[in-house]
T-cell receptor, first 113, second 114 residues
Framework: KAGVTQTPRYLIKTRGQQVTLSCSPI?????VSWYQQTPGQGLQFLFE???????NKGNFPGRFSGRQFSNSRSEMNVSTLELGDSALYLC????????????FGSGTRLTVV | QKEVEQNSGPLSVPEGAIASLNCTYS??????FFWYRQYSGKSPELIMS????GDKEDGRFTAQLNKASQYVSLLIRDSQPSDSATYLC??????????????FGKGTKLSVIP
């Protein structure tokens, strides 16, 4: 069974640009969550999607947005990139979000220069 | 603000010893608790889940949960150098509108010395 697939694996962007990251969950998983991981802050929750609806959002500025498609694939977008947005962005999927652990993708390493 | 606290370590144990990792959480209503292992440069991998008070064993791993004390722990018996990684405690809490949010601690770095 294929795992959670994130593309691209690595990205280098310039301040002020925007970026779109993609996540394909495990087949049958309807809940997709996004996390930002940095050495100082650890894993921080960005948002959760279920059946194309954003059900929950973390404490991040509006520059961070996302969406989920009917096939459960998800994208997240960061506009007007800042140096502090450099991080590992992780997508995780679960059949549902209530009590089951999430399976993480390999992540997208974003570097903003 | 839901918080999950872990000792950042590093925790060093000799090969073959028991490694004990601890975690406390703030949301008394939390129902699901997880331990993830993250190797350097890799993504987190789920190794244990626990939902009710007491112990849950899986191979060399034992998770312990005490909801009254809001405390979760992970014991690794017969520690191996391959267990050297960062261990993340995660707590699932209801966030409203049918959504649950997994909140992570910052992780404890474990080094198993051969």
């Amino acid at each position: 069974k294929a795992g959670v697939t994130q593309t691209p694996r690595y990205l280098i962007k310039t301040r002020g640009q925007q970026v779109t990251l993609s996540c394909s969950p495990i087949s049958g998983h309807r809940s997709v969550s996004w996390y930002q991981q940095t050495p100082g802050q650890g894993l921080q929750f960005l948002f959760e999607y279920f059946s194309e609806t954003q059900r929950n959002k973390g404490n991040f500025p509006g520059r961070f947005s996302g969406r989920q498609f009917s096939n459960s694939r998800s994208e997240m977008n960061v506009s007007t990139l800042e140096l502090g947005d450099s991080a590992l962005y992780l997508c995780a999927s679960s059949p549902r979000s209530d009590s089951m652990g999430y399976t993480f993708g390999s992540g997208t390493r974003l570097t903003v220069v | 603000q839901k918080e999950v606290e872990q000792n950042s370590g590093p925790l060093s144990v000799p090969e073959g010893a028991i490694a004990s990792l601890n975690c406390t959480y703030s949301d008394r209503g939390s129902q699901s608790f997880f331990w993830y292992r993250q190797y350097s440069g890799k993504s987190p991998e789920l190794i244990m889940s626990i939902y009710s008070n007491g112990d849950k064993e899986d191979g060399r791993f034992t998770a312990q949960l005490n909801k009254a004390s809001q405390y979760v722990s992970l014991l690794i018996r017969d520690s191996q150098p391959s267990d050297s990684a960062t261990y993340l405690c995660a707590v699932n809490s209801y966030s409203g509108a049918g959504s649950y949010q997994l909140t992570f601690g910052k992780g404890t770095k474990l080094s198993v010395i051969p």
